[in-house]
């Protein structure tokens, strides 16, 4: 109670200060002043409100993508304007909006639309601060010291960046999803749309005596905004009026509440009796079953396609899932900023999943990005106007055509030789892994790599690597080194290396070869080395400098030498954005995905499942 009793109290005290600043006008007058404004004044005010309103009735949309609930844009649209027209006039806004929309959305729920409702007010708030300390900085604004906007805008760049870095916050076994920069900028851009039409509605409603463009209207606006919104008094009522009185001490103070008292009228009576008449009607469960046609894919059944990659056993780690959509089936991961499609579809083409696979990122405010795609489908996908980056050759290898005669194996039978002589043994494990072993083996190799790398690299993990064919080398008895490999009936791919910094040199070689050596024997027609950085070719001098910079941090040249000594054929992979902005931010993502080796998990995609269950 005294939580709400404090607004109150604070637009009492704001509208008995307004009184006696105004105390010499006569209200009579100030009531002719208001019906004095022309019919296209009315006309101009009441569209400018409904294209605020439309702007900011779509944070909703954005808030229900964040959420992943399924509800269509009409219908959040609708129920954000609503909320909004209603509890910005009748006060404790937060409160009145979860109610309105656990009202107007009966499948919801009141907790999720009290986090909806959340969402809308943090991000608008946070929205409003960056486009203020914007518009203060470049518009004539008086009495506002300049490191009040620079302080906000270094906040905000701030943010901006642990969203980047850091999209999903963890405390206490909690888990709280940062938005997108996608969702960040579309409600950076909505809450400027809106605050401009307002300002315009107000803007429009000036008596003629009032001289003033709207470039000087707009900074006092906002911070007028800013002291209603804060106040939290029932529509900003006193706090409004005097910071635009204060902000504007040589304009007519009669003609300025003329102003503010029509744009009451046209912005917050006229919003709020509609937003009434639409609360009242009746409201019916949404149907989601039909949000997106897709669902979650089993991954065993998957991967005996023909068609899909073993390496797709990597989303069993990496919270990824097959998707089944309208254009095919293919493996998909979530970052921070993107959905990503992973290596080639299973079924279908890459061009007939474009768009379902747009349509399901919009739905999480991310953007669709296809990562280490063949030519094939990256051709396509160039076909059909998206920016297309090489980004790994795939080294492949055929092990039943696999020989060790010739030049081109001269280093490899080299490294054999040593890794023989220094009594290396390799066995393919059968029956229980020496797990305790083989964590002691990985966490040494960590330790001196740098830690593990995720999204398409594996991590060891004894539930992980169970599912995968293991082979291990020993050394009088102890496990210095192991290999993994996804296993399909028609593909092996290595995974995970791992040897100790001591184990001896070769050992590494020797259990691949016994690896190729094990699916020529069980006549598997392709072995993928995995994939290894493209060089630093001819590009762009700023391309060119940035993957020169990726190769070395990612041990390119060692990767590609090590792979070379198996003689394989190259793969080029791509990657794919539908713009080249889209695919530079994808491309910063995947990197951070990769080495900060922290993925979303999979809980999220269930709910897709769940909404066509």
């Given at each position: 109670?005294?939580?709400?009793?404090?607004?109150?109290?604070?637009?009492?005290?704001?509208?008995?200060?307004?009184?006696?600043?105004?105390?010499?006008?006569?209200?009579?007058?100030?009531?002719?002043?208001?019906?004095?404004?022309?019919?296209?004044?009315?006309?101009?005010?009441?569209?400018?409100?409904?294209?605020?309103?439309?702007?900011?009735?779509?944070?909703?949309?954005?808030?229900?993508?964040?959420?992943?609930?399924?509800?269509?844009?009409?219908?959040?649209?609708?129920?954000?304007?609503?909320?909004?027209?209603?509890?910005?006039?009748?006060?404790?806004?937060?409160?009145?909006?979860?109610?309105?929309?656990?009202?107007?959305?009966?499948?919801?729920?009141?907790?999720?639309?009290?986090?909806?409702?959340?969402?809308?007010?943090?991000?608008?708030?946070?929205?409003?601060?960056?486009?203020?300390?914007?518009?203060?900085?470049?518009?004539?604004?008086?009495?506002?010291?300049?490191?009040?906007?620079?302080?906000?805008?270094?906040?905000?760049?701030?943010?901006?960046?642990?969203?980047?870095?850091?999209?999903?916050?963890?405390?206490?076994?909690?888990?709280?999803?940062?938005?997108?920069?996608?969702?960040?900028?579309?409600?950076?851009?909505?809450?400027?749309?809106?605050?401009?039409?307002?300002?315009?509605?107000?803007?429009?409603l000036l008596p003629t005596g009032i001289e003033l463009t709207i470039a000087?209207?707009?900074?006092?606006?906002?911070?007028?905004?800013?002291?209603?919104?804060?106040?939290?008094?029932?529509?900003?009522?006193?706090?409004?009026?005097?910071?635009?009185?204060?902000?504007?001490?040589?304009?007519?103070?009669?003609?300025?509440?003329?102003?503010?008292?029509?744009?009451?009228?046209?912005?917050?009576?006229?919003?709020?009796?509609?937003?009434?008449?639409?609360?009242?009607?009746?409201?019916?469960?949404?149907?989601?079953?039909?949000?997106?046609?897709?669902?979650?894919?089993?991954?065993?059944?998957?991967?005996?396609?023909?068609?899909?990659?073993?390496?797709?056993?990597?989303?069993?780690?990496?919270?990824?899932?097959?998707?089944?959509?309208?254009?095919?089936?293919?493996?998909?991961?979530?970052?921070?900023?993107?959905?990503?499609?992973?290596?080639?579809?299973?079924?279908?083409?890459?061009?007939?999943?474009?768009?379902?696979?747009?349509?399901?990122?919009?739905?999480?405010?991310r953007i669709v990005c296809k990562y280490k795609i063949t030519a094939r489908?990256?051709?396509?996908?160039?076909?059909?106007?998206?920016?297309?980056?090489?980004?790994?050759?795939?080294?492949?290898?055929?092990?039943?055509?696999?020989?060790?005669?010739?030049?081109?194996?001269?280093?490899?039978?080299?490294?054999?030789?040593?890794?023989?002589?220094?009594?290396?043994?390799?066995?393919?494990?059968?029956?229980?892994?020496?797990?305790?072993?083989?964590?002691?083996?990985?966490?040494?190799?960590?330790?001196?790599?740098?830690?593990?790398?995720?999204?398409?690299?594996?991590?060891?993990?004894?539930?992980?690597?169970?599912?995968?064919?293991?082979?291990?080398?020993?050394?009088?008895?102890?496990?210095?080194?192991f290999v993994t490999f996804h296993v399909t009936a028609h593909e092996w791919?290595?995974?995970?290396?791992?040897?100790?910094?001591?184990?001896?040199?070769?050992?590494?070689?020797?259990?691949?070869?016994?690896?190729?050596?094990?699916?020529?024997?069980?006549?598997?027609?392709?072995?993928?080395?995995?994939?290894?950085?493209?060089?630093?070719?001819?590009?762009?001098?700023?391309?060119?400098?940035?993957?020169?910079?990726?190769?070395?941090?990612?041990?390119?040249?060692?990767?590609?030498?090590?792979?070379?000594?198996?003689?394989?054929?190259?793969?080029?992979?791509?990657?794919?954005?539908?713009?080249?902005?889209?695919?530079?931010?994808?491309?910063?993502?995947?990197?951070?995905?990769?080495?900060?080796?922290?993925?979303?998990?999979?809980?999220?995609?269930?709910?897709?499942?769940?909404?066509?269950?």
């Amino acid at each position: 109670m005294l939580r709400h009793a404090i607004p109150i109290a604070i637009g009492v005290v704001c509208c008995w200060a307004l009184y006696n600043q105004l105390d010499h006008i006569n209200f009579s007058q100030l009531w002719q002043a208001v019906l004095s404004v022309e019919p296209w004044q009315w006309i101009a005010a009441i569209f400018a409100t409904a294209l605020s309103f439309w702007a900011v009735a779509r944070y909703d949309v954005v808030a229900h993508r964040h959420f992943q609930t399924g509800l269509p844009q009409r219908r959040a649209t609708v129920t954000g304007a609503t909320a909004i027209s209603v509890g910005q006039t009748v006060g404790a806004g937060a409160i009145v909006g979860a109610f309105i929309r656990w009202r107007m959305q009966p499948g919801l729920g009141l907790v999720s639309a009290a986090k909806i409702t959340a969402f809308v007010t943090l991000t608008f708030l946070a929205a409003w601060s960056v486009i203020t300390a914007t518009a203060v900085l470049v518009l004539p604004t008086g009495g506002v010291h300049v490191s009040v906007p620079c302080s906000v805008l270094a906040v905000a760049f701030g943010l901006l960046g642990l969203a980047f870095f850091n999209p999903v916050l963890r405390r206490a076994g909690r888990e709280i999803e940062l938005p997108t920069l996608t969702a960040m900028g579309a409600l950076l851009a909505l809450c400027l749309l809106d605050t401009f039409a307002a300002t315009l509605a107000f803007w429009v409603l000036l008596p003629t005596g009032i001289e003033l463009t709207i470039a000087q209207i707009f900074p006092v606006y906002l911070i007028a905004l800013g002291a209603a919104l804060l106040s939290g008094t029932p529509g900003g009522v006193g706090p409004f009026e005097l910071t635009v009185l204060a902000l504007l001490p040589l304009a007519p103070e009669a003609e300025l509440m003329a102003a503010i008292l029509a744009f009451r009228m046209v912005y917050y009576a006229l919003p709020a009796i509609l937003g009434g008449i639409a609360l009242l009607k009746p409201m019916t469960k949404s149907n989601d079953a039909d949000w997106l046609s897709q669902a979650l894919g089993d991954l065993d059944n998957s991967l005996k396609s023909s068609s899909a990659r073993a390496e797709l056993g990597v989303v069993r780690q990496n919270g990824g899932a097959i998707l089944h959509c309208t254009g095919g089936v293919c493996g998909v991961v979530r970052t921070g900023q993107t959905l990503t499609t992973i290596f080639d579809p299973i079924q279908g083409h890459s061009a007939d999943l474009a768009q379902p696979l747009r349509d399901i990122a919009r739905d999480q405010n991310r953007i669709v990005c296809k990562y280490k795609i063949t030519a094939r489908h990256a051709l396509r996908a160039r076909k059909a106007g998206w920016t297309v980056l090489h980004v790994a050759d795939e080294a492949m290898v055929r092990p039943m055509t696999h020989k060790l005669d010739g030049s081109k194996y001269r280093q490899l039978r080299r490294k054999l030789r040593t890794a023989e002589k220094a009594g290396v043994t390799i066995s393919i494990a059968q029956d229980a892994l020496p797990f305790d072993d083989m964590a002691q083996v990985s966490a040494a190799w960590e330790a001196t790599h740098g830690g593990a790398r995720g999204l398409s690299m594996g991590q060891f993990e004894e539930s992980y690597v169970a599912h995968q064919k293991v082979l291990l080398a020993y050394v009088n008895n102890m496990l210095v080194g192991f290999v993994t490999f996804h296993v399909t009936a028609h593909e092996w791919c290595l995974d995970l290396m791992r040897v100790l910094p001591d184990a001896p040199d070769g050992t590494m070689h020797r259990l691949v070869q016994s690896a190729i050596e094990a699916a020529a024997t069980e006549t598997v027609p392709c072995l993928s080395l995995a994939a290894a950085p493209a060089g630093p070719k001819e590009h762009a001098r700023l391309e060119a400098w940035a993957r020169k910079v990726f190769f070395a941090k990612a041990g390119g040249a060692g990767l590609r030498q090590f792979k070379a000594c198996f003689n394989p054929q190259w793969q080029p992979l791509y990657m794919a954005a539908p713009s080249p902005a889209q695919i530079t931010l994808a491309a910063l993502d995947l990197i951070r995905s990769v080495r900060r080796a922290e993925p979303l998990s999979a809980p999220q995609f269930a709910m897709l499942e769940n909404r066509n269950s």
